[in-house]
């Protein structure tokens, strides 16, 4: 934990609201803000006063956007999007990013995504070259794209578990 750390979280769901609002506190060396945002309309959140009271843009800082792309379909163009988050960051900044994949098992994929989509919930899965994109310009972390359990696995991780069971890929690139 550091408890200098500063965050700015993002969210559009009033339910993620209320338990940022009950949860993210602030305290005398470090500062968290919450913005009831939706990340279409990215240029909201770069521009508003929460984010610049909270963080020095002037140093680098870690972008993470884990669990999100997939609710975005590319007529949304999540890499555009992306990219100008990582525009607006100094050189030296990390983007951490996990995204849904069909490479493992297609149809199991499709599935999942399916039920979101029945239930009015946009979902585009991509594939290992396609979230590549996210990363065009950055230096990838070791040991690059991979699916999150083979990135960097704890001693303690299982060996039993399929990428296909997992089906989401994650990586860390850095601006240089």
Do not use: K
């Not at 972390?141 to 001693?155: D, F, L, M, N, Y």
């Amino acid at each position: 934990m550091a408890p200098d750390a500063r965050v700015v979280y993002a969210d559009n769901d009033p339910i993620v609201l209320a338990h940022a609002r009950a949860l993210l506190t602030s305290n005398p060396a470090g500062r968290t803000a919450y913005l009831d945002a939706d990340l279409c309309q990215v240029r909201a959140i770069l521009d508003s006063p929460e984010l610049h009271d909270t963080l020095d843009l002037s140093r680098p800082v870690a972008v993470s956007v884990n669990a999100i792309p997939h609710f975005f379909p590319d007529d949304d163009d999540p890499f555009t999007i992306i990219r100008t988050i990582l525009d607006a960051v100094p050189i030296g900044s990390y983007l951490s990013l996990t995204h849904t994949t069909p490479d493992f098992d297609p149809a199991a994929a499709e599935q999942g995504a399916q039920a979101y989509r029945d239930r009015g919930i946009p979902t585009q899965l991509h594939s290992r070259e396609e979230i590549a994109r996210f990363f065009d310009g950055l230096e990838l972390v070791e040991p690059g794209i991979q699916p999150v359990h083979r990135w960097r696995p704890g001693a303690d991780a299982s060996a039993d578990v399929t990428d296909a069971q997992i089906s989401i890929y994650g990586a860390v690139g850095v601006s240089r």
